[in-house]
């Protein structure tokens, strides 16, 4: 939400989180497995673009589905400032999945041990446990907060779209 109150229409928000889902697949099947090693590939900054690059078909095909489906449950009960463009656009798509993948790999180092960003090139984690899981927490949800409240001010004054 920090990111979107910066970027505004140039980040979409929906690639954003299109982005998280598709990232955590990984660990998610390998929880079920009960594999040792919860993040491989997908949770490396190469791994990151490789998972941008492939959830960039399947944001782009479902875009106009998921566009059509919010501005059906907002409508008559939000501002039309909030609605989604029906049709997504290349560049806030593109930053949108980018910035998703790599700040999840930027935050997950923090948090879990079995993680190497660096991959191929290097198999350290240095911010691994750099702060703590609480001050994350804490910094995670204080910066959403924060972001909310300038994106729904930024929103209130423009009414601009993105
Ligand atoms: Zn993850």
Redesign the pocket.
């Given at each position: 939400m920090a990111l979107k109150a910066l970027a505004g229409r140039h980040l979409s928000l929906v690639a954003f989180g299109g982005a998280?889902v598709a990232?955590?697949i990984?660990?998610l099947v390998r929880m079920l497995r009960d594999d040792a090693v919860l993040?491989g590939p997908?949770?490396t900054y190469a791994g990151a673009l490789g998972v941008a690059v492939l959830a960039f078909p399947l944001l782009w095909l479902s875009y106009a589905g998921m566009a059509r489906v919010w501005n059906g449950l907002i409508d008559g009960s939000m501002r039309p400032a909030w609605r989604m463009p029906s049709r997504p656009s290349v560049l806030p798509v593109v930053s949108g999945l980018l910035l998703g993948t790599f700040s999840?790999?930027a935050i997950?180092s923090i948090m879990?041990a079995d993680m190497r960003p660096g991959w191929p090139f290097t198999d350290t984690n240095p911010t691994y446990a750099a702060i703590s899981i609480s001050a994350l927490h804490t910094g995670c949800v204080a910066v959403g907060v924060i972001g909310i409240a300038v994106f729904a001010l930024l929103r209130s004054r423009t009414g601009s779209r993105g």
């Open positions: 998280q990232i955590d990984e660990p993040h997908t949770h999840h790999v997950d879990h």
